[in-house]
């Protein structure tokens, strides 16, 4: 009996120990170049479905990440816009891609999501005076290695919206520019290559729940602590 009691004290205490909880927030951001002309243009991102009037592939861009801690994602805010300046649907498709990394490029999709994204216009354009909008998604829990690089690409694929979309970019980093800060790939079935323009990482944020290394190993810890103490002390598991 008393050991069942202790079992339900270590259960109530562990909120208490900080390194036993897990830690909700931004797991990974870049922030949006907003206001700032022609650098604000954003790279072409479409998916399969989106196929522009010309009939010709379509490019896609992925981004590279990689986190301190292993993680589970659960939404994600990114930002972009449209060359003809449309204004994007109300919910409009975005195909979210996941891949591991080979020959530092994007490799095998490790998990992919179609989602149907809430939009708000930021109020800034750039520089030909297309608006800027933030979109936003719940995602299936997703998740992710710490320590291993992957790569994160965001295809606008609604019907609805056959222009091309663009996918806007981070704040600039201090010169000089450096290149390949992304990869690209026109459809599918080609290979991605190495960004080679002058550009920025691209801006999004990834939310979710960070899982701290240590955490198993110090709940544990504890438990086995409680266990010892409880045998040393002449209990028994059962009466």
């Not at 004290?9 to 830690?23: E, G, H, V, W």
């Amino acid at each position: 009996m008393r050991f069942i009691v202790f079992l339900w004290i270590a259960f109530l205490s562990l909120p208490y120990f900080s390194p036993c909880q897990l830690r909700a927030g931004v797991l990974f951001s870049n922030s949006p170049l907003l206001g700032d002309g022609m650098r604000g243009t954003g790279l072409g991102s479409n998916g399969p479905e989106n196929v522009p009037a010309s009939g010709s592939q379509n490019q896609q861009i992925a981004e590279r990440i990689l986190l301190a801690n292993d993680a589970v994602a659960t939404s994600l805010v990114w930002y972009g816009n449209y060359i003809d300046k449309s204004i994007p649907p109300q919910s409009t498709k975005f195909v979210i891609r996941i891949y591991d990394e080979a020959n530092k490029l994007p490799n095998a999709i490790i998990d992919q999501q179609i989602v149907a994204a809430a939009s708000a216009n930021t109020g800034f354009s750039d520089g030909l005076s297309r608006p800027i909008y933030l979109f936003s998604a719940q995602l299936a829990q997703v998740s992710f290695s710490g320590r291993s690089p992957i790569w994160i690409s965001i295809l606008e694929d609604d019907v609805a919206t056959p222009i091309a979309w663009g996918w806007q970019g981070e704040l600039p980093p201090a010169p000089p520019l450096d290149k390949g800060r992304y990869a690209a790939r026109f459809g599918d079935s080609e290979v991605w290559y190495t960004g080679s323009l002058p550009s920025y990482h691209r801006a999004f944020t990834i939310y979710g729940i960070v899982v701290p290394e240590a955490s198993a190993l110090t709940c544990s810890y504890w438990l086995v602590c409680g266990v010892l103490i409880f045998s040393l002390r002449g209990g028994k598991l059962h009466k």
